[in-house]
Protein backbone atom coordinates (compact mmCIF):
# COMPACT_ATOMS: atom_id res chain seq x y z
CA UNK A 1 0.00 0.00 0.00
CA UNK A 2 1.36 3.46 -0.66
CA UNK A 3 2.30 5.43 1.93
CA UNK A 4 -0.95 8.22 3.34
CA UNK A 5 -1.16 10.97 1.58
CA UNK A 6 0.04 14.66 3.50
CA UNK A 7 -2.79 15.95 4.94
CA UNK A 8 -3.53 18.12 8.03
CA UNK A 9 -6.63 19.39 9.41
CA UNK A 10 -6.59 22.26 12.04
CA UNK A 11 -9.29 21.74 14.91
CA UNK A 12 -12.56 23.61 14.61
CA UNK A 13 -15.66 23.28 17.18
CA UNK A 14 -18.06 20.46 15.49
CA UNK A 15 -20.43 18.21 17.35
CA UNK A 16 -20.39 15.35 14.72
CA UNK A 17 -19.09 14.04 11.28
CA UNK A 18 -20.88 15.34 8.44
CA UNK A 19 -23.16 13.07 6.48
CA UNK A 20 -20.47 12.55 3.71
CA UNK A 21 -17.72 11.51 5.98
CA UNK A 22 -20.14 9.34 8.19
CA UNK A 23 -20.59 7.74 4.77
CA UNK A 24 -17.26 7.37 4.02
CA UNK A 25 -16.78 6.06 7.56
CA UNK A 26 -19.05 3.28 7.18
CA UNK A 27 -17.75 2.77 3.82
CA UNK A 28 -14.47 1.26 5.46
CA UNK A 29 -16.27 -0.53 8.30
CA UNK A 30 -18.60 -2.66 5.46
CA UNK A 31 -15.45 -3.41 3.70
CA UNK A 32 -13.87 -4.37 6.24
CA UNK A 33 -16.55 -7.04 7.56
CA UNK A 34 -17.49 -8.21 4.20
CA UNK A 35 -13.81 -8.21 2.32
CA UNK A 36 -11.30 -9.05 5.18
CA UNK A 37 -11.07 -12.51 3.99
CA UNK A 38 -10.09 -11.61 0.42
CA UNK A 39 -8.06 -8.63 0.88
CA UNK A 40 -6.07 -10.99 3.31
CA UNK A 41 -6.31 -13.91 1.39
CA UNK A 42 -2.21 -13.93 0.94
CA UNK A 43 -1.32 -14.02 4.84
CA UNK A 44 -0.42 -17.49 6.48
CA UNK A 45 -1.90 -18.55 9.55
CA UNK A 46 -0.97 -18.58 11.99
CA UNK A 47 1.17 -15.92 11.29
CA UNK A 48 5.03 -17.21 10.89
CA UNK A 49 7.66 -15.60 13.43
CA UNK A 50 11.20 -15.70 13.45
CA UNK A 51 12.99 -16.66 16.83
CA UNK A 52 12.06 -13.74 19.51
CA UNK A 53 14.08 -14.85 22.60
CA UNK A 54 15.51 -11.84 22.89
CA UNK A 55 12.20 -9.99 23.04
CA UNK A 56 10.48 -9.19 25.80
CA UNK A 57 6.93 -8.01 25.51
CA UNK A 58 3.78 -7.23 27.62
CA UNK A 59 0.33 -7.93 26.71
CA UNK A 60 -2.87 -6.23 28.25
CA UNK A 61 -5.75 -8.46 27.96
CA UNK A 62 -4.07 -11.89 27.45
CA UNK A 63 -6.74 -14.72 28.93
CA UNK A 64 -9.26 -14.20 25.91
CA UNK A 65 -9.72 -13.71 22.06
CA UNK A 66 -6.57 -11.91 20.17
CA UNK A 67 -5.02 -11.08 23.41
CA UNK A 68 -4.73 -14.56 24.11
CA UNK A 69 -3.17 -15.91 20.83
CA UNK A 70 -0.85 -12.83 20.45
CA UNK A 71 0.64 -14.30 24.46
CA UNK A 72 1.15 -17.43 23.49
CA UNK A 73 2.42 -17.20 20.13
CA UNK A 74 5.36 -14.95 21.35
CA UNK A 75 5.93 -16.91 24.17
CA UNK A 76 6.01 -20.13 22.08
CA UNK A 77 8.62 -17.96 19.54
CA UNK A 78 11.11 -17.68 22.65
CA UNK A 79 10.06 -14.67 23.73
CA UNK A 80 9.57 -13.44 27.28
CA UNK A 81 5.90 -12.63 27.75
CA UNK A 82 3.98 -10.98 30.47
CA UNK A 83 0.60 -11.56 31.07
CA UNK A 84 -1.12 -8.40 32.49
CA UNK A 85 -4.28 -9.13 34.07
CA UNK A 86 -6.61 -8.50 36.91
CA UNK A 87 -5.59 -10.46 40.18
CA UNK A 88 -9.14 -12.79 39.49
CA UNK A 89 -7.81 -14.11 36.87
CA UNK A 90 -4.49 -15.08 37.79
CA UNK A 91 -5.77 -18.98 38.03
CA UNK A 92 -7.25 -18.43 34.54
CA UNK A 93 -3.56 -17.09 33.29
CA UNK A 94 -1.70 -19.81 34.97
CA UNK A 95 -3.96 -22.94 33.90
CA UNK A 96 -3.21 -21.70 30.10
CA UNK A 97 0.40 -21.35 30.50
CA UNK A 98 0.22 -25.10 31.56
CA UNK A 99 -1.67 -25.56 29.16
CA UNK A 100 0.50 -23.97 26.29
CA UNK A 101 3.76 -25.55 27.68
CA UNK A 102 2.00 -29.29 27.57
CA UNK A 103 1.65 -28.86 24.07
CA UNK A 104 5.00 -27.64 23.68
CA UNK A 105 5.58 -31.22 24.27
CA UNK A 106 8.61 -30.08 26.62
CA UNK A 107 10.85 -28.87 24.04
CA UNK A 108 11.77 -26.13 26.02
CA UNK A 109 9.91 -23.85 28.84
CA UNK A 110 8.07 -21.16 28.34
CA UNK A 111 9.10 -18.00 29.08
CA UNK A 112 5.82 -16.34 30.78
CA UNK A 113 4.74 -14.87 33.76
CA UNK A 114 1.41 -12.78 35.16
CA UNK A 115 1.31 -9.86 36.53
CA UNK A 116 -1.19 -8.15 38.47
CA UNK A 117 -3.23 -4.70 36.66
CA UNK A 118 -6.58 -3.64 36.84
CA UNK A 119 -7.36 -1.10 34.52
CA UNK A 120 -10.47 0.36 36.51
CA UNK A 121 -7.74 1.71 38.92
CA UNK A 122 -4.84 4.22 38.16
CA UNK A 123 -3.51 3.30 41.75
CA UNK A 124 -3.10 -0.59 40.00
CA UNK A 125 -1.39 1.17 37.24
CA UNK A 126 0.86 2.30 39.10
CA UNK A 127 1.83 -0.66 41.47
CA UNK A 128 2.17 -2.45 37.92
CA UNK A 129 4.64 0.29 36.90
CA UNK A 130 6.30 0.25 40.09
CA UNK A 131 6.32 -3.57 40.01
CA UNK A 132 8.12 -3.91 36.84
CA UNK A 133 10.76 -1.09 37.39
CA UNK A 134 11.89 -2.96 40.02
CA UNK A 135 12.52 -6.47 38.26
CA UNK A 136 14.64 -4.11 35.72
CA UNK A 137 14.25 -6.24 32.69
CA UNK A 138 14.14 -4.19 29.26
CA UNK A 139 10.55 -3.98 27.69
CA UNK A 140 10.65 -3.83 24.35
CA UNK A 141 7.14 -4.27 23.48
CA UNK A 142 4.13 -3.21 24.82
CA UNK A 143 0.81 -4.65 23.43
CA UNK A 144 -2.42 -2.66 24.68
CA UNK A 145 -5.39 -5.16 23.74
CA UNK A 146 -7.62 -5.14 27.10
CA UNK A 147 -11.25 -3.85 25.67
CA UNK A 148 -14.76 -4.71 24.95
CA UNK A 149 -17.32 -3.49 22.77
CA UNK A 150 -19.92 -3.27 24.19
CA UNK A 151 -23.73 -1.56 23.56
CA UNK A 152 -26.24 -0.47 25.52
CA UNK A 153 -24.18 -0.68 29.09
CA UNK A 154 -24.58 1.89 31.67
CA UNK A 155 -22.16 4.68 31.96
CA UNK A 156 -19.10 3.83 34.02
CA UNK A 157 -15.68 5.16 35.56
CA UNK A 158 -12.79 4.15 36.70
CA UNK A 159 -12.12 3.38 41.07
CA UNK A 160 -10.00 6.94 40.85
CA UNK A 161 -12.07 9.58 38.81
CA UNK A 162 13.51 0.34 27.61
CA UNK A 163 14.99 1.12 24.52
CA UNK A 164 13.98 0.44 21.50
CA UNK A 165 10.85 -0.16 22.77
CA UNK A 166 7.26 -0.45 20.41
CA UNK A 167 4.32 0.62 22.01
CA UNK A 168 1.46 -1.45 20.16
CA UNK A 169 -2.40 -0.42 20.66
CA UNK A 170 -5.17 -2.52 19.47
CA UNK A 171 -7.81 -0.07 17.88
CA UNK A 172 -10.54 -0.42 15.51
CA UNK A 173 -12.28 0.51 11.92
CA UNK A 174 -14.97 1.94 13.93
CA UNK A 175 -12.89 4.79 14.92
CA UNK A 176 -13.62 6.06 11.18
CA UNK A 177 -17.29 6.99 12.69
CA UNK A 178 -16.58 8.81 15.52
CA UNK A 179 -15.44 12.17 16.31
CA UNK A 180 -14.27 13.66 19.57
CA UNK A 181 -15.91 17.09 21.70
CA UNK A 182 -12.81 17.98 23.28
CA UNK A 183 -15.13 19.89 25.79
CA UNK A 184 -17.10 17.24 26.79
CA UNK A 185 -14.69 14.00 26.39
CA UNK A 186 -16.60 11.93 29.14
CA UNK A 187 -20.17 12.63 28.24
CA UNK A 188 -20.60 14.28 31.18
CA UNK A 189 -21.93 17.73 30.70
CA UNK A 190 -25.16 16.02 28.97
CA UNK A 191 -24.86 18.03 26.34
CA UNK A 192 -24.82 14.99 24.11
CA UNK A 193 -27.03 12.07 25.27
CA UNK A 194 -24.45 9.25 26.73
CA UNK A 195 -24.31 6.18 24.78
CA UNK A 196 -21.88 3.02 25.52
CA UNK A 197 -21.65 2.73 21.89
CA UNK A 198 -20.69 7.05 21.58
CA UNK A 199 -18.32 6.24 24.28
CA UNK A 200 -16.47 3.21 22.12
CA UNK A 201 -16.01 5.23 19.00
CA UNK A 202 -14.95 8.19 20.49
CA UNK A 203 -12.66 6.41 22.72
CA UNK A 204 -11.02 4.70 19.61
CA UNK A 205 -10.48 7.77 17.81
CA UNK A 206 -9.17 10.13 20.90
CA UNK A 207 -6.56 7.13 21.53
CA UNK A 208 -5.43 7.83 17.76
CA UNK A 209 -5.05 11.26 18.57
CA UNK A 210 -3.34 11.26 22.03
CA UNK A 211 -0.85 8.53 20.99
CA UNK A 212 -0.14 10.56 17.97
CA UNK A 213 0.68 13.58 20.22
CA UNK A 214 2.77 11.12 22.34
CA UNK A 215 5.03 9.92 19.57
CA UNK A 216 5.57 13.04 18.27
CA UNK A 217 6.68 14.60 20.77
CA UNK A 218 9.18 11.36 21.95
CA UNK A 219 12.66 12.55 21.10
CA UNK A 220 13.71 10.96 17.75
CA UNK A 221 16.98 9.45 20.23
CA UNK A 222 14.27 7.58 22.33
CA UNK A 223 13.90 4.55 20.39
CA UNK A 224 10.09 4.55 21.47
CA UNK A 225 8.15 3.94 18.33
CA UNK A 226 3.88 4.15 18.75
CA UNK A 227 1.81 1.71 16.11
CA UNK A 228 -1.91 0.83 16.47
CA UNK A 229 -3.51 -1.81 14.46
CA UNK A 230 -6.56 -2.93 13.53
CA UNK A 231 -7.47 -6.50 13.85
CA UNK A 232 -10.33 -6.97 10.98
CA UNK A 233 -13.97 -7.84 12.65
CA UNK A 234 -13.59 -11.34 14.32
CA UNK A 235 -15.47 -13.14 16.41
CA UNK A 236 -14.17 -13.50 20.28
CA UNK A 237 -16.10 -12.78 23.46
CA UNK A 238 -15.02 -8.97 23.21
CA UNK A 239 -18.75 -8.32 21.88
CA UNK A 240 -19.76 -10.36 24.89
CA UNK A 241 -22.36 -7.58 26.45
CA UNK A 242 -23.86 -6.01 22.79
CA UNK A 243 -27.12 -6.90 22.80
CA UNK A 244 -28.33 -10.33 22.02
CA UNK A 245 -29.69 -9.57 18.17
CA UNK A 246 -25.98 -8.02 17.91
CA UNK A 247 -24.44 -11.24 19.10
CA UNK A 248 -27.63 -13.11 16.43
CA UNK A 249 -25.73 -10.98 13.52
CA UNK A 250 -22.46 -11.98 14.38
CA UNK A 251 -23.29 -15.71 14.38
CA UNK A 252 -25.06 -15.15 10.78
CA UNK A 253 -21.95 -13.97 9.27
CA UNK A 254 -19.32 -16.18 10.70
CA UNK A 255 -17.44 -16.89 6.95
CA UNK A 256 -16.25 -13.22 6.97
CA UNK A 257 -15.09 -12.80 10.38
CA UNK A 258 -11.81 -13.71 11.92
CA UNK A 259 -10.77 -16.10 14.26
CA UNK A 260 -8.84 -14.90 17.16
CA UNK A 261 -5.61 -16.49 15.85
CA UNK A 262 -6.16 -14.45 12.20
CA UNK A 263 -7.16 -11.55 14.21
CA UNK A 264 -3.97 -11.66 16.11
CA UNK A 265 -1.94 -11.36 13.05
CA UNK A 266 -1.55 -7.59 12.58
CA UNK A 267 -0.92 -6.89 16.30
CA UNK A 268 2.20 -9.64 15.94
CA UNK A 269 3.35 -8.23 12.55
CA UNK A 270 3.53 -4.49 14.45
CA UNK A 271 5.23 -6.17 17.32
CA UNK A 272 7.92 -8.06 15.38
CA UNK A 273 8.69 -7.17 11.88
CA UNK A 274 11.85 -5.08 11.59
CA UNK A 275 10.52 -2.57 8.99
CA UNK A 276 8.60 -1.30 11.08
CA UNK A 277 10.79 0.95 13.55
CA UNK A 278 11.87 2.54 9.92
CA UNK A 279 7.88 3.36 8.69
CA UNK A 280 7.43 5.02 12.25
CA UNK A 281 10.73 6.91 11.74
CA UNK A 282 10.11 7.96 8.21
CA UNK A 283 6.42 9.29 9.07
CA UNK A 284 7.79 11.33 11.77
CA UNK A 285 10.67 12.34 9.51
CA UNK A 286 8.05 13.63 6.91
CA UNK A 287 5.75 15.26 9.68
CA UNK A 288 2.92 13.03 9.32
CA UNK A 289 0.30 14.35 12.08
CA UNK A 290 -0.63 10.82 12.71
CA UNK A 291 1.73 7.53 14.07
CA UNK A 292 2.15 4.36 11.89
CA UNK A 293 -1.28 2.73 11.60
CA UNK A 294 -0.93 -1.29 10.43
CA UNK A 295 -3.95 -3.10 8.49
CA UNK A 296 -5.90 -6.51 9.66
CA UNK A 297 -3.48 -7.25 6.29
CA UNK A 298 -0.28 -6.38 7.93
CA UNK A 299 0.43 -3.25 5.46
CA UNK A 300 0.20 0.19 6.00
CA UNK A 301 -2.88 2.28 6.57
CA UNK A 302 -4.56 5.36 6.45
CA UNK A 303 -6.43 6.57 9.60
CA UNK A 304 -9.76 8.61 9.31
CA UNK A 305 -9.66 11.97 8.31
CA UNK A 306 -10.78 13.20 11.70
CA UNK A 307 -7.45 11.73 13.25
CA UNK A 308 -5.45 14.44 11.42
CA UNK A 309 -7.06 17.14 13.51
CA UNK A 310 -3.40 18.27 15.37
CA UNK A 311 -5.10 20.63 17.19
CA UNK A 312 -7.73 18.33 18.55
CA UNK A 313 -5.08 15.98 18.98
CA UNK A 314 -3.03 18.47 21.42
CA UNK A 315 -6.30 19.04 23.59
CA UNK A 316 -7.32 15.29 24.10
CA UNK A 317 -3.67 14.69 25.02
CA UNK A 318 -3.38 17.28 27.10
CA UNK A 319 -6.70 16.51 28.83
CA UNK A 320 -5.75 13.30 28.75
CA UNK A 321 -2.67 13.33 30.95
CA UNK A 322 -4.68 15.59 33.48
CA UNK A 323 -6.67 13.25 33.91
CA UNK A 324 -4.91 10.20 34.99
CA UNK A 325 -3.11 12.61 37.23
CA UNK A 326 0.19 13.67 35.76
CA UNK A 327 1.58 16.68 35.15
CA UNK A 328 2.18 18.49 31.33
CA UNK A 329 5.22 17.31 29.77
CA UNK A 330 5.29 14.06 32.51
CA UNK A 331 6.70 11.87 29.41
CA UNK A 332 9.53 14.38 28.43
CA UNK A 333 10.09 14.71 32.11
CA UNK A 334 10.67 10.85 32.68
CA UNK A 335 12.86 10.26 29.80
CA UNK A 336 15.10 12.97 31.10
CA UNK A 337 15.09 10.89 34.07
CA UNK A 338 13.75 13.71 36.27
CA UNK A 339 11.14 12.76 39.11
CA UNK A 340 7.34 12.80 38.30
CA UNK A 341 4.72 12.81 40.96
CA UNK A 342 1.46 11.07 39.74
CA UNK A 343 -1.49 12.20 42.24
CA UNK A 344 -2.76 8.59 42.70
CA UNK A 345 -0.15 7.85 44.66
CA UNK A 346 3.46 7.32 43.26
CA UNK A 347 6.66 8.74 42.09
CA UNK A 348 7.33 7.66 38.26
CA UNK A 349 11.21 7.97 36.71
Known amino acids: MASPSRLSLSAQDKRGLSWMEWLEGWYHVIYEVFFQRITARNLKNPLPLAPLNDLTCIVIGSTSGIGFEIARQLAESGACAIMAVKIRLHPTSHNLIQKWQSHKSGTFALNID?????????????????????ISKPLNVLINDAGIFSIGEHQKFSNDGGAPCRII???????FI????????NFISRKTKFSSLKMY?????????????????????SGIRVVFVVPGSFQTNVARDIPKIVQIAYHLIPYFLFNA????RSTLF??????VPKYCAKLKTDVWPVCAYISYCCSKMSPSKESLRTDTSRVVCEKTVNMVGLP??????????????????????
Open 270 to 275: AATDSD
Open 328 to 349: AYSVEMILEGKDVQCRYGAHLN
Open 178 to 185: SYVDTNDM
Open 201 to 221: LSSKLELVMFSSILQKNLPDG
Open 169 to 175: NVNSIMH
Open 261 to 264: EEGS
Open 114 to 134: VMELNLLSLESVVRFSQAWNS
